[in-house]
């Protein structure tokens, strides 16, 4: 009897341990107008990457930012090529699962540089 009370006690803490969650895929709101670095790139970068990549290459900082990424960071012909961009966004990469940027600001990112990774 006491073996059949075990049992069933293992058997509901088994059930009710497991609860199931939903994880909503994370909504990304892409700029509709054109990416601008001053004003939506280069503040992610302040506010997330300068406290390694002052020094580390690419340096972020702003004023050298931009043209430190444009020195091999960035493919404008193939955009999701982009170093910048597979660092986040493909597996293996040297950012992915850190959750460093978020779904929305990766997407703006590439779109950034599809638009050509102007200096605007
Ligand atoms: C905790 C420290 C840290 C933070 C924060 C960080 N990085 Fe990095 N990142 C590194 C290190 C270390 C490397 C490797 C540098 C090297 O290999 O010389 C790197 C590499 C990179 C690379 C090159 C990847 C490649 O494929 O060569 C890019 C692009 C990059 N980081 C972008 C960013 C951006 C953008 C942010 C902010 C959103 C950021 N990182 C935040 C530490 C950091």
Same mark, same amino acid.
């Given at each position: 009897?006491?073996?059949?009370?075990?049992?069933?006690?293992?058997?509901?803490?088994?059930?009710?341990?497991?609860?199931?969650?939903?994880?909503?895929?994370?909504?990304?709101?892409?700029?509709?107008?054109?990416?601008?670095?001053?004003?939506?790139?280069?503040?992610?970068?302040?506010?997330?990457?300068?406290?390694?990549? *002052? %020094?580390?290459?690419?340096?972020?900082?702003?004023?050298?930012?931009?043209?430190? +990424? !444009?020195?091999?960071? &960035?493919? $404008?012909?193939?955009?999701?090529?982009?170093?910048?961009? *597979? %660092?986040?966004?493909?597996?293996?990469?040297?950012?992915?699962?850190?959750?460093? +940027? !978020?779904?929305?600001? &990766?997407? $703006?990112?590439?779109?950034?540089?599809?638009?050509?990774?102007?200096?605007?």
């Amino acid at each position: 009897m006491k073996n059949v009370i075990l049992l069933g006690a293992i058997i509901l803490t088994l059930f009710t341990a497991c609860e199931w969650q939903t994880i909503e895929p994370e909504k990304i709101e892409l700029p509709k107008e054109e990416v601008l670095f001053s004003t939506q790139i280069q503040p992610i970068f302040t506010a997330k990457c300068i406290s390694c990549h *002052t %020094a580390n290459n690419p340096k972020l900082t702003s004023g050298v930012a931009y043209s430190s +990424l !444009t020195n091999g960071y &960035i493919n $404008t012909t193939d955009p999701a090529q982009s170093k910048l961009y *597979t %660092a986040f966004a493909v597996s293996g990469g040297k950012h992915y699962e850190k959750g460093i +940027l !978020t779904a929305t600001e &990766i997407a $703006t990112i590439l779109k950034w540089i599809e638009e050509g990774a102007k200096n605007n």
